[in-house]
């Protein structure tokens, strides 16, 4: 089983930066795919980002393309979502999640879910 948790989450202006990590521990992830999630108040929980760790390859959601960065440190066994030009309708509680083969936007296709990080972007 993997543990996963995040940080790196807080309050920013509109257009400011933050990154977010998430550790794993218990197991190797370097089989799955790693993925961000955020769910915002009165939303459904959304897939952000993801990368399959065994290809390199990542995905993004739409809104986020060009503002978001997800990499890996696999010697730490975390990995990162580098957010910039953040928006107030990124503002939401960002999720890590693992335990797919490849990333994918269905949240029942991962096991391991972190507690979330709170991400507040305000105008």
């Known amino acids: 089983q993997v543990q996963l948790v995040e940080s790196g989450g807080g309050l920013v202006q509109t257009g400011g930066s933050l990154r977010l990590s998430c550790a794993a521990s218990g197991r190797t992830v370097s089989p799955y795919a790693m993925v961000w999630f955020r769910h915002a108040p009165w939303k459904e929980r959304r897939f952000v980002a993801g990368?399959?760790?065994?290809?390199?390859?990542?995905d993004y959601e739409d809104s986020v393309k060009g503002r978001f960065t997800i990499f890996r440190d696999n010697a730490k066994n975390t990995i990162y979502l580098q957010m910039y030009s953040l928006k107030p309708e990124d503002t939401a509680v960002y999720y890590c999640?693992?335990?797919?083969?490849?990333?994918?936007?269905?949240?029942?296709?991962?096991?391991?879910w972190g507690q979330g990080t709170q991400v507040t972007v305000s105008s």
């Open positions: 990368i399959t760790l065994s290809v390199g390859r990542t």
């Open positions: 999640a693992a335990g797919s083969k490849f990333a994918s936007p269905i949240g029942a296709a991962y096991n391991a």
